[in-house]
């Protein structure tokens, strides 16, 4: 999902999803398999908390409004912070004293590998670094395949790692089965 910018913002490789993405309002029905597994315009029944917090590390603003909208898809009806870069997501977390307890303890840290000041790598390093902070759950999303990205981020503590699809309802079905498990099924430490 992440390429080049046009001028006026519009980001290369985001039409696939600009004409989808309009048409999911707040409160629109979404297309989703019920009970009986028949898919259908209904909106889509979910087992997720939806009063935990997730930061969402995320600079390109196409990506951070796809991913809102997915998760919202989910049934994540509040308690997204979006950070735009690693300096902004450490202080979030940590305040002033990277060392201390988290000043605010997310659900779940949804993370981009390629942030600008500070990468996702070091961010994931420095959640997984500290005690208070470590059993927090760090997802990677990237539009990277490569082996040594992702080997990395698994050396580095992420607990998952997930290629952004291109598709837009491929995007949303991964964010959704990301925020059911992690946010619904798994029991979180207090």
Same mark, same amino acid.
């Given at each position: 999902?992440?390429?080049g %910018?046009?001028?006026?913002? $519009? ?18 029905? $979404?297309?989703?398999?019920d009970?009986?597994?028949? $898919? +259908?315009?209904?909106?889509?029944? /979910? ?8 930061? !969402? ?6 990506? *951070?409004? &796809?991913?809102?909208?997915? &998760?919202?898809?989910?049934? &994540?009806e %509040? +308690? *997204? ?19 201390? #307890? ?18 996702? !790598?070091? !961010?994931?390093?420095?959640?997984? %670094? ?10 990677? !999303?990237? /539009?990277?395949?490569? *082996?040594?990205d ?5 050396? #580095? +503590? #992420?607990? /998952?790692?997930? *290629?952004?699809?291109?598709?837009f309802?491929?995007?949303?079905? #991964?964010?959704a089965? $990301? ?10 430490? %207090?």
């Amino acid at each position: 999902m992440r390429h080049g %910018s046009h001028p006026g913002g $519009v980001t290369e490789g985001a039409s696939a999803f600009s004409s989808q993405v309009q048409a999911i309002g707040a409160g629109s029905g $979404v297309t989703g398999r019920d009970d009986s597994g028949i $898919v +259908g315009d209904a909106p889509r029944r /979910s087992i997720i908390d939806s009063t935990v917090e997730v930061l !969402l590390v995320e600079d390109n603003p196409s990506d *951070v409004e &796809l991913t809102v909208r997915a &998760l919202r898809r989910a049934g &994540l009806e %509040s +308690g *997204v912070h979006i950070a735009g870069d690693g300096v902004e997501a450490m202080e979030y977390l940590f305040g002033a004293k990277p060392e201390g #307890a988290p000043a605010r303890r997310p659900a779940l840290v949804l993370l981009d590998l390629k942030l600008p000041r500070v990468s996702g !790598l070091e !961010l994931l390093a420095a959640i997984k %670094s500290n005690e208070a902070s470590k059993s927090i759950p760090v997802v990677i !999303l990237s /539009s990277s395949r490569e *082996v040594r990205d992702i080997d990395d981020a698994y050396r #580095a +503590g #992420a607990n /998952s790692y997930i *290629v952004k699809p291109v598709e837009f309802e491929e995007f949303t079905a #991964a964010i959704a089965r $990301v925020a059911e498990y992690w946010l619904g099924i798994n029991e979180r430490p %207090s």
